[in-house]
């Protein structure tokens, strides 16, 4: 096991570039931080490219580690691991995953699209959400939230590794639908869209949640075969995106 105490040591330099999105884009990886979403990596047959420890997280985590006889492990120092960490506590273990390309992926059955919803937490709550409501993926449009930001990451609590995630033009994933008879659901609150109940559960549709201000673009919701809503019955003024889409994907899924 290889030891690294400074700061200024090499790799971790490199290593915290990870925390922008451009150097994960470059070097095809990005960090996972925390016991749970190592474990959750390695359940799914993620990849750990490297493991960083502290002494305190090898007592405590030592043993699963050789139980699933990971490589490339590296004991850092708590300073280190402090400079590695974006937490104000970090639990003393991190690791670098690559990124990988999906392939041959089928727009079949539930699936929830991001309209530039920018916020890291809602991006992260709705994906965790989509895969406990059992929905088939998520497709990400532009200016939604880098999911292998580590904020991200926390949110999602390794739903990431459950169900496929896309990018792509939302514009052209809607058209992908419609040709398939997938019903799209766009959500805003106007004369012609409909209470959400008024739906009855299905097995395929395309429900499209979108930024945290502006809602989902025009452009969309004029793709959309309905619009929904839901009806606010206190005194606040709407819900938030990631509740929203919580109480829709589990009112259409079958």
């Known amino acids: 096991m290889n030891e690294i105490l400074s700061v200024k040591n090499t790799r971790i330099k490199e290593l915290k570039k990870l925390h922008k999105k451009k150097y994960r884009e470059e070097s095809h990886s990005y960090l996972i ?11 799914n047959k993620q990849t750990l490219k490297q493991v960083y420890i502290t002494q305190r997280g090898l007592q405590q985590w030592g043993s699963w580690i050789e139980e699933q006889q990971l490589a490339n492990i590296f004991l850092v120092s708590d300073e280190v691991m402090n400079s590695l960490s974006d937490l104000p506590t970090p639990q ?29 937490g809602n991006v992260g709550t709705m994906i965790r959400t989509a895969d406990a409501a059992g929905l088939t993926g998520i497709i990400l449009g532009e200016g939604t939230a880098d999911i292998y930001s580590t904020k991200v990451m926390r949110s999602m609590q390794g ?40 739906i009855e559960p299905q097995k395929d549709f395309a429900l499209i949640m979108g930024n945290e201000g502006q809602g989902v673009s025009k452009e969309l919701l004029a793709l959309a075969d ?29």
């Open 33 to 43: 931080e925390g016991f749970h979403l190592i474990e959750e990596a390695v359940k």
């Open 92 to 120: 003393g273990i991190l690791a670098v995953v690559p990124i990988t390309q999906l392939e041959n992926v089928q727009l079949k059955g539930s699936w929830l699209l991001l309209d530039n919803v920018q916020d890291p």
């Open 159 to 198: 739903s990431n590794f459950h169900l496929p995630i896309l990018s792509m033009n939302l514009k052209e994933a809607v058209q992908l639908f419609k040709e398939q008879r997938i019903p799209v659901y766009g959500t805003e609150l106007n004369e012609f869209a409909v209470v959400y109940n008024k």
């Open 226 to 254: 309905k619009n929904l809503y839901i009806p606010i019955k206190g005194q606040a003024e709407s819900l938030n995106v990631g509740i929203a889409a919580g109480i829709l994907m589990y009112h259409l899924t079958v």
